[in-house]
């Protein structure tokens, strides 16, 4: 009977931990600010978070981050990987928005609630509005077995836009 409640418990850990992020301050707000401070001045960084799950020839899982090679996409790829969920890519991309401004967020959010269809906002992250640099959500949930893309993208206008 033990084994079976660790177990149990085991699993509710491993299930709500990914969830539990967005109720109590996201994380993943304060690494998405880092990412776009450390984007130099007239320069854009992407990164693309992908999961899902895959139907052969494809890979069964996929979970992978992809980013340009700067230092500032590595780290925030870095902290993504282990702190994102590979096979609900809406959740990663509802996380992400919460970070934004209120209008973007809300209308972000609303673009997710059809999880069918791509929804993309341009905003600027709701702690420090002012020095935010232009960030891009765009969620793709992809076909039957293709799994989903998070892009982030952040746009830093170069010194000389002040």
Same mark, same amino acid.
């Given at each position: 009977?033990?084994?079976?409640?660790?177990?149990?418990?085991?699993?509710?850990?491993?299930?709500?931990?990914?969830?539990?992020?967005?109720?109590?301050?996201?994380?993943?707000?304060?690494?998405?600010?880092?990412?776009?401070?450390?984007?130099?001045?007239?320069?854009?960084?992407?990164?693309?978070?992908?999961?899902?799950?895959?139907?052969?020839?494809?890979?069964?899982?996929?979970? =992978?981050?992809?980013?340009?090679?700067?230092?500032?996409?590595?780290?925030?790829?870095?902290?993504?990987?282990?702190?994102?969920?590979?096979?609900?890519?809406?959740?990663?991309?509802?996380?992400?928005?919460?970070?934004?401004?209120?209008?973007?967020?809300?209308?972000?959010?609303?673009?997710?609630?059809? =999880?069918?269809?791509?929804?993309?906002?341009?905003?600027?992250?709701?702690?420090?509005?002012?020095?935010?640099?232009?960030?891009?959500?765009?969620?793709?949930?992809?076909?039957?077995?293709?799994?989903?893309?998070?892009?982030?993208?952040?746009?830093?206008?170069?010194?000389?836009?002040?």
């Amino acid at each position: 009977m033990k084994p079976a409640l660790v177990a149990t418990a085991a699993f509710a850990l491993l299930f709500c931990s990914g969830f539990a992020d967005a109720r109590a301050g996201d994380e993943m707000c304060m690494h998405l600010a880092h990412f776009a401070g450390a984007v130099p001045p007239g320069e854009k960084h992407t990164v693309l978070l992908h999961g899902g799950w895959g139907v052969p020839p494809r890979p069964l899982m996929r979970h =992978e981050c992809i980013h340009s090679g700067s230092a500032p996409g590595k780290e925030f790829c870095s902290y993504l990987l282990p702190h994102s969920s590979w096979e609900n890519g809406v959740h990663n991309a509802r996380r992400a928005a919460r970070c934004l401004a209120p209008a973007a967020r809300d209308d972000m959010l609303r673009q997710l609630a059809e =999880e069918t269809k791509v929804a993309e906002v341009t905003a600027v992250l709701a702690q420090d509005a002012a020095a935010s640099p232009e960030i891009t959500l765009r969620f793709a949930p992809g076909a039957l077995g293709e799994g989903t893309d998070l892009t982030i993208s952040i746009n830093q206008p170069s010194l000389s836009a002040h």
